[in-house]
């Protein structure tokens, strides 16, 4: 080989090699020290969700940001919180507008393969709400006739209910209509107003809701296995996951967690170390 050649060779074998080095750097995901850097923890919520998170003054509280605030004395950061609709939040996600989504989602086998979850938050149930004294909703097993609210799919409560309500119209106890809402405060008034018989939704914010009106809304009971609550991160971003698993994970040994619980639940929940991802999780 000449000299020329070889000199060819090198310039492209050094041009890969860089090409190389700067896809990894593309791809490489953010980790808890680039955040502790940054001085701040980008978190991107839809705060319509209480307990869990909600407006109060001007402010985002509720149990999630009490476990953000920890996370942030921990690593000396800020937590830069913005509330936001739903329905684009997991897309600014990917385009890397923050750096966590913490707002209230189900651990669920679509949504595991596309993000990277932390470990639960909270452990809950599907529930009805109906309004205190209607007669006409006796228990989920019997939806006849009712009109029943729910959140827009893809949300995890909306799938246990058509799930059970396809089981049950093959028994002739179907629901006679089911009306998506945008968020729960909607559903809610819609209930109140007498536009929907039922409300089926997680079962720990439909708590709340019974603890606040006591004398107008009541729990009719709960179906389906337990799910998780947990928060995502992009896919490469795994790093930064498990560091707030570490976080989660010191909460909840040390019983904070628990005080958060009992403080915005008014009860405790067991928070498992695994058994909590479907298959093909990141």
């Not at 968020?183 to 997680?202: H, R, T, Y």
């Amino acid at each position: 080989m000449g000299a020329w050649a070889k000199i060819r060779v090198q310039i492209a074998l050094g041009a890969g090699l860089v090409s190389m080095l700067m896809s990894a750097h593309a791809t490489a995901g953010v980790d808890v020290n680039q955040v502790k850097a940054k001085g701040k923890l980008a978190v991107a919520t839809e705060a319509l969700y209480e307990p869990f998170e909600f407006v109060k003054d001007g402010k985002i509280v509720g149990y999630g940001r009490d476990i953000l605030d920890e996370i942030g004395k921990d690593w000396n950061v800020k937590i830069e919180q913005a509330d936001l609709p739903f329905g684009g939040i997991l897309t600014g996600l990917l385009q890397k507008k923050y750096d966590l989504v913490a707002t209230t989602m189900i651990i669920n086998p679509e949504r595991v393969t596309k993000y990277a979850f932390t470990m639960p938050i909270a452990v809950t149930r599907v529930a009805a709400l109906k309004k205190k004294g209607d007669t006409k909703v006796k228990s989920l097993d019997d939806l006849t006739g009712l009109t029943v609210g729910a959140i827009v799919p893809p949300a995890g409560p909306t799938a246990v209910l058509e799930k059970l309500n396809a089981k049950l119209t093959e028994q002739g106890k179907g629901a006679a209509k089911i009306v998506h809402f945008q968020s729960d405060p909607d559903m809610v008034l819609a209930l109140a107003n007498g536009q929907i018989d039922v409300a089926i939704e997680n079962q720990l914010p439909l708590n709340t809701i019974v603890q606040k009106q006591p004398t107008k809304f009541e729990i009719v009971g709960t179906t389906g296995d337990p799910f998780f609550i947990g928060w995502a991160l992009r896919p490469d971003d795994t790093a930064l996951r498990d560091a707030i698993n570490a976080e989660i994970k010191r909460l909840r040994d040390s019983g904070l967690l628990a005080e958060f619980q009992k403080k915005w639940f008014g009860f405790t929940m067991t928070i498992p170390d695994s058994g909590y991802m479907p298959p093909g999780a990141i």
